[in-house]
């Protein structure tokens, strides 16, 4: 055996790399930067899904641009009580550094005004965009023959029509049934088969999260804590801290 060869085999040899498990992640972090939301672990265990070879797991849902720019979630769910407005989407563009997707209505502002928001949502980039629960199969199948991104269908109780909306076109479920959300994915997981994606709601604690992966989930959104919340826990480090200084003046 020549000594290239020897070489050659010693380089293939996979021995000596980590095995499963034991895989070692650098972390890098700067003093300004490292506060940002974090998802749950337990967001970890689900499959993901796939969107343009970029592979979702957790999805961070907010309209606060604040939070845009600041949390380690691989998508950012951007869906509101309001008028769908481009301009809204357009600034959550502008600020995230991970794919969006985009409400584009489809309850109380529908029709071709839902499908017009669509086509412009995905000329601006957003990755998918989102209907709500009351959508019409009519819209969404119209919607998706406009876009070229896929239509995320909204399911919010057992009587939406699940079959309806996937006949119609919708490439992904977002379920989001509050206490039911695990019940909801496991009737969709029944009727849809084990590959379609479904994304839904993990609830509030590490528990609730692994049901709705167990139950069939692919991604997990999550709902951060707001601003304000956050910044409580700042504002009382810095009261904590004046009164530190203060006592340490007046003893001095």
Same mark, same amino acid.
Do not use: W
């Given at each position: 055996? *020549?000594?290239?060869?020897?070489? +050659?085999?010693?380089?293939?040899?996979? @021995?000596?790399?980590?095995?499963k498990g034991e895989k070692f992640v650098p972390m890098l972090e700067t003093p300004l930067r490292k506060k940002i939301i974090t998802v749950p672990e337990a967001i970890y265990k689900a499959s993901g899904l796939m969107i343009m070879r970029r592979r979702i797991k957790s999805v961070i849902f907010t309209t606060d641009i604040a939070i845009m720019r600041n949390h380690n979630a691989n998508a950012l769910l951007v869906v509101y009580p309001f008028t769908p407005e481009l301009i809204i989407t357009q600034a959550a563009m502008s600020v995230s550094n991970v794919p969006v997707f985009a409400g584009v209505g489809g309850g109380t502002t529908t029709g071709n005004r839902a499908i017009g928001i669509a086509f412009q949502a995905e000329l601006i980039g957003a990755a998918a965009v989102v209907v709500n629960s009351p959508t019409s199969n009519l819209v969404i199948s119209g919607m998706c023959r406009n876009v070229d991104i896929p239509v995320i269908a909204t399911v919010a109780s057992f009587y939406d029509d699940i079959e309806g909306k996937v006949n119609a076109g919708a490439k992904i479920l977002n379920i989001s049934g509050s206490k039911d @959300?695990?019940?909801? =994915?496991r009737k969709a997981r029944e009727l849809l088969g084990p590959e379609f994606p479904i994304i839904a709601t993990g609830g509030p604690t590490e528990e609730s999260i692994l049901e709705t992966i167990k139950?069939?989930?692919? +991604?997990? *959104?999550?709902?951060?804590? +707001? =601003?304000?919340?956050?910044?409580?826990? @700042?504002?009382?480090?810095?009261?904590?801290? +004046?009164?530190q200084q203060d006592r340490d003046t007046r003893f001095e």
């Amino acid at each position: 055996m *020549t000594e290239n060869k020897k070489a +050659s085999e010693k380089d293939n040899d996979m @021995t000596d790399l980590p095995q499963k498990g034991e895989k070692f992640v650098p972390m890098l972090e700067t003093p300004l930067r490292k506060k940002i939301i974090t998802v749950p672990e337990a967001i970890y265990k689900a499959s993901g899904l796939m969107i343009m070879r970029r592979r979702i797991k957790s999805v961070i849902f907010t309209t606060d641009i604040a939070i845009m720019r600041n949390h380690n979630a691989n998508a950012l769910l951007v869906v509101y009580p309001f008028t769908p407005e481009l301009i809204i989407t357009q600034a959550a563009m502008s600020v995230s550094n991970v794919p969006v997707f985009a409400g584009v209505g489809g309850g109380t502002t529908t029709g071709n005004r839902a499908i017009g928001i669509a086509f412009q949502a995905e000329l601006i980039g957003a990755a998918a965009v989102v209907v709500n629960s009351p959508t019409s199969n009519l819209v969404i199948s119209g919607m998706c023959r406009n876009v070229d991104i896929p239509v995320i269908a909204t399911v919010a109780s057992f009587y939406d029509d699940i079959e309806g909306k996937v006949n119609a076109g919708a490439k992904i479920l977002n379920i989001s049934g509050s206490k039911d @959300t695990p019940e909801l =994915v496991r009737k969709a997981r029944e009727l849809l088969g084990p590959e379609f994606p479904i994304i839904a709601t993990g609830g509030p604690t590490e528990e609730s999260i692994l049901e709705t992966i167990k139950a069939g989930a692919n +991604s997990i *959104t999550y709902t951060p804590p +707001s =601003v304000a919340e956050i910044f409580a826990d @700042t504002m009382q480090l810095y009261r904590d801290r +004046s009164a530190q200084q203060d006592r340490d003046t007046r003893f001095e």
